[in-house]
T-cell receptor
Framework: DQQVKQNSPSLSVQEGRISILNCDYT??????FLWYKKYPAEGPTFLIS?????DKNEDGRFTVFLNKSAKHLSLHIVPSQPGDSAVYFC???????????FGQGTELSVKP | DSGVTQTPKHLITATGQRVTLRCSPR?????VYWYQQSLDQGLQFLIQ???????AKGNILERFSAQQFPDLHSELNLSSLELGDSALYFC???????????FGAGTRLSVL
């Protein structure tokens, strides 16, 4: 039972364009959603999060959108840079300080 | 640098053996989480400790156990190892704020 799904294993975009990474979830009890970025041979690095009471959170080039009715969130990266090339994981949590449930990840490749 | 330290980085062992993975959380973080990432999979939650006490359990095998010591470092013990236990094992720590967890670089376990 996969509660968090990232249906696109990979995404390729041109430098300077927008990258949109998608994530779907099934558990309506999730109250925090997070995006992590992972380079090879490193641990996941926290990128941005959003509470279930909001529908948008922005931090520099990164914006996360949450559509609760569709149980869908997305991460927008504008403009995309070659250094953004990494695996991006969507994660969700149903309790304060609780475990994170991760999606399978989407490998983003930003081409110069 | 996330501030979470995991040792060793790599571990190669044989089936049937027992290993111990170590994690030092960020200074001040009381919660420690262990996750397993098998090939091409997302991170799967194993177990959480909070200030020395077990807080939550995920899909952790009976052959696996963990503990958190008074200095807050944690150890994950894997015994009677099988080929299928080969994976990346990540430790994360948190203060609980916005459910953000900070990850170590992981321990890559290879069971031959």
């Amino acid at each position: 039972d996969q509660q968090v799904k990232q249906n696109s294993p990979s995404l390729s975009v041109q430098e300077g364009r927008i990258s949109i990474l998608n994530c779907d979830y099934t558990n309506s009890m999730f109250d925090y959603f997070l995006w992590y970025k992972k380079y090879p041979a490193e641990g996941p690095t926290f990128l941005i999060s959003i509470s279930s009471i909001k529908d948008k959170n922005e931090d520099g080039r990164f914006t996360v959108f949450l559509n609760k009715s569709a149980k869908h969130l997305s991460l927008h990266i504008v403009p995309s840079q070659p250094g953004d090339s990494a695996v991006y994981f969507c994660a969700a949590s149903a309790s304060q300080g609780g475990k994170l449930i991760f999606g399978q990840g989407t490998e983003l490749s930003v081409k110069p | 640098d996330s501030g979470v330290t995991q040792t060793p980085k790599h571990l190669i062992t044989a089936t049937g053996q027992r290993v111990t993975l170590r994690c030092s959380p960020r200074s001040g973080d009381l919660s420690v989480y262990w996750y397993q990432q098998s090939l091409d999979q997302g991170l799967q939650f194993l177990i959480q400790y909070y200030n020395g006490e077990e807080r939550a359990k995920g899909n952790i095998l009976e052959r696996f156990s963990a503990q958190q010591f008074p200095d807050l470092h944690s150890e994950l013990n894997l015994s009677s190892l099988e080929l299928g236990d080969s994976a990346l094992y990540f430790c994360a720590s948190s203060r609980g704020e916005k459910n953000i967890q900070y990850f170590g670089a992981g321990t890559r376990l290879s069971v031959l």
